[in-house]
């Protein structure tokens, strides 16, 4: 793209005047690019025939550290586990969520965990951790299994009847539900044209502002706008509704919600605003059920590929819940629930790649990066590469006892991101899977539907892209 077309551009859209494109001196060594033939698109092109397997076509052809062109704007693919350790934990600071996807982000989540930056994060993570103490989210395990139990009951008439299910939407209402009934003492479900369709039309608005290349302001007078501005306005009444009744203290309740309100900055003693309220809430609501939900969905897709598994499974369900309900002791002794939801995230990230943007002019495998460029992280190549994975398209749970993990570098796999800024539900998803399998496993077995494919969608997180059919059969 010549400099004339730049300048004209970011006269266009000031916003872009931000943007660089890769500066250096002369002598700065470049990471290798492969050719495009779009001038001003760059190498995005390319991706349009499928990005998951174009990015991990370009760390296995170019290296660990890959440049991209895109719109007024250059990019790095890195795929090395030591530059993923330094960019998500030694370096943190340096490496910062000041990005395009970030920014689509916030205009819904606010400043929530997720996506606020600097002294406001530290404050809100210091505030948030202790409601995410493994003993706390134990405490969740019986909301949590009243609604597995529910979605079973109704799967015992789908089971009589053959009839085809999408397990992708039965996750997701799921985990809606739990989501719901643990952050809000609310079950969303029960109000399919308020809570449910509205999460559902901001996650969509959502995912096609963070994978276009330009999207309108949100002042525009255009069907997709005011969708949007309904559904996240029907969100914010509910959601500051609820805070505001249990400000007065007419109400109190033992979910996650209450746990935030009475939380306390161990340094300065302060609580969180309504602001932080919300955009925290939301932030928790969006984030942990739409990953959540993948994750089980792409682990029921394996399962039904990989039936001696899936019998393990059952197994070892039975073995330890006998006829009971699952309680939170027996969370360790469900060990391959727990090796079977690994391996099923290794291969299927829910989410997939992840965005970071330099402070100041840094140097990756040795090459010159610019200050607020792009460096991209995937999970989706770094976990199936060849050279750190024996079999790296394989399901094999057994790769994460102990004694095979042991050897394991410990950013080779990271799901849940890693460092300060890890996820701080990761313990809470971890046990829902657990206990959705385990609770699964010994009643059902789930199987593909034949002739019907499966595809991953990469969006904001890695969808099934028309989800994953099965039906449903009652174990003996």
Not at 33 to 54: E, I, Q
Not at 116 to 128: K, V, Y
Not at 318 to 331: K, M, T
Request: charged share 25%; with cysteine.
């Amino acid at each position: 793209m010549s400099p004339d077309t730049i300048s004209l551009l970011q006269r266009t859209f000031p916003r872009l005047r931000a943007l660089p494109r890769l500066r250096h001196a002369p002598g700065t060594r470049l990471a290798p690019a492969p050719p495009f033939t779009a001038p001003l698109l760059g190498h995005v092109p390319a991706m349009r025939g499928g990005r998951l397997d174009y990015m991990m076509r370009l760390a296995l052809d170019h290296g660990d550290v890959v440049r991209l062109e895109l719109p007024m704007i250059t990019a790095h693919l890195v795929s090395h586990p030591d530059l993923v350790q330094r960019i998500l934990v030694d370096e943190h600071r340096t490496f910062t969520k000041e990005t395009r996807g970030y920014d689509n982000l916030r205009i819904f989540l606010g400043n929530g965990l997720v996506t606020s930056e600097g002294e406001l994060w530290l404050r809100q993570r210091r505030i948030a951790q202790p409601a995410f103490h493994r003993k706390r989210i134990a405490g969740f395990v019986p909301v949590m299994v009243r609604a597995i139990d529910d979605l079973l009951e109704a799967w015992e008439g789908l089971a009589a009847s053959g009839a085809t299910v999408d397990v992708a939407a039965e996750m997701t209402r799921l985990t809606l539900r739990i989501a719901g009934q643990t952050l809000l003492s609310t079950d969303p479900s029960a109000h399919a044209g308020s809570i449910a369709a509205a999460l559902v039309a901001v996650q969509h608005e959502s995912n096609l502002r963070i994978n276009s290349i330009w999207s309108p302001p949100l002042g525009w007078p255009l069907p997709r706008n005011r969708r949007y501005q309904a559904a996240a306005g029907e969100l914010d009444r509910v959601v500051m509704d609820i805070i505001e009744r249990r400000r007065r203290g007419t109400e109190s309740k033992d979910d996650l919600l209450q746990m935030l309100l009475e939380a306390r900055d161990p340094e300065t003693g302060a609580a969180m605003d309504d602001r932080q309220l919300r955009d925290e809430v939301m932030t928790m609501f969006l984030a942990g059920h739409e990953t959540t939900s993948n994750a089980l969905a792409w682990t029921f897709y394996l399962l039904s590929r990989f039936p001696s598994v899936a019998r393990a499974l059952a197994e070892e369900a039975s073995a330890v819940l006998g006829d009971r309900a699952p309680v939170a002791d027996d969370l360790p002794r469900l060990d391959l629930c727990r090796r079977v939801l690994q391996e099923s995230m290794r291969l299927y990230p829910p989410v997939w790649m992840m965005g970071r943007a330099p402070s100041r002019d840094v140097e990756l495998g040795g090459y010159h990066v610019p200050a607020g460029s792009l460096v991209f992280l995937s999970q989706w190549v770094l976990h199936r590469h060849p050279r750190w994975w024996a079999d790296p398209e394989g399901f094999d749970p057994d790769r994460w006892l102990p004694e095979r993990a042991a050897g394991m570098h410990r950013h080779q796999y990271f799901p849940f991101a890693s460092g300060p800024r890890m996820c701080i539900g990761a313990g809470f998803a971890t046990m829902e899977g657990q206990l959705v399998l385990a609770s699964v496993a010994r009643r059902f077995r789930l199987d593909l539907v034949p002739g019907r494919r499966v595809e991953p969608e990469p969006l904001i997180t890695l969808r099934p892209r028309q989800g994953v059919p099965v039906t449903i059969h009652r174990r003996r």
